[in-house]
């Protein structure tokens, strides 16, 4: 068998990734849209659609070689129901993986610029700006979620509810 690429390994890891934010955001309680538990901090709906903009403008970013944040592109404008949020996150995230297919591994140490100057490789914002950041911030939703009375998804393992069945699954077959 074929080692696969650096590109392939992040394409196959982002979209393991991505089916994550997809089940949190699919438990977030439909009536919690503004729920803000920081009153400084992002509500849940603005957090969840945090990671829609995050696929977005990082993919436009890394396929343009420069990001720009005043780019409106029309699949970020961001739904205000929660029923919509998964859906609209699964179409930004579609469009963004069509982005990045073609990357060839000879591009990854290519810098992509900032508005203010700085700048990062492909290859930085691949595994740092795209899926590290977007880990951070579905851990924050999956806290957020649960703040407001949710049942996150148990990602890495079981979550404490999965655990319980589990667990009642194992005593009655004892």
């Known amino acids: 068998m074929a080692n696969p690429n650096e590109i392939q390994t992040f394409l196959k890891t982002w979209e393991y990734e991505s089916q994550g934010v997809i089940r949190v955001l699919e438990s977030i309680p439909d009536d919690k849209y503004d729920f803000r538990p920081d009153p400084n901090g992002r509500s849940i709906g603005e957090m969840a659609w945090h990671l829609s903009e995050s696929d977005g403008y990082m993919s436009m970013g890394i396929a343009g070689r420069q990001v720009g944040f005043k780019d409106a592109l029309p699949e970020l404008k961001r739904p205000k129901e929660v029923k919509l949020l998964a859906p609209g996150y699964r179409r930004v995230h579609e469009l963004a993986v069509e982005r990045l297919r073609n990357l060839k591994t000879e591009e990854l140490d290519e810098n992509v610029k900032f508005p203010d100057g700085t700048s990062l490789t492909v290859r930085e914002m691949l595994w740092g700006a795209m899926l590290h950041h977007l880990i951070h911030h579905r851990a924050q939703l999956v806290l957020l979620c649960r703040l407001a009375g949710g049942t996150p998804p148990g990602l890495y393992g079981p ?13 009655a077959k004892a």
Do not use: T, V, Y
């Not at 999965?162 to 005593?171: D, N, S, T, V, W």
């Open 159 to 171: 979550n404490r509810e999965e655990m319980q069945a589990l667990r009642e699954k194992m005593a």
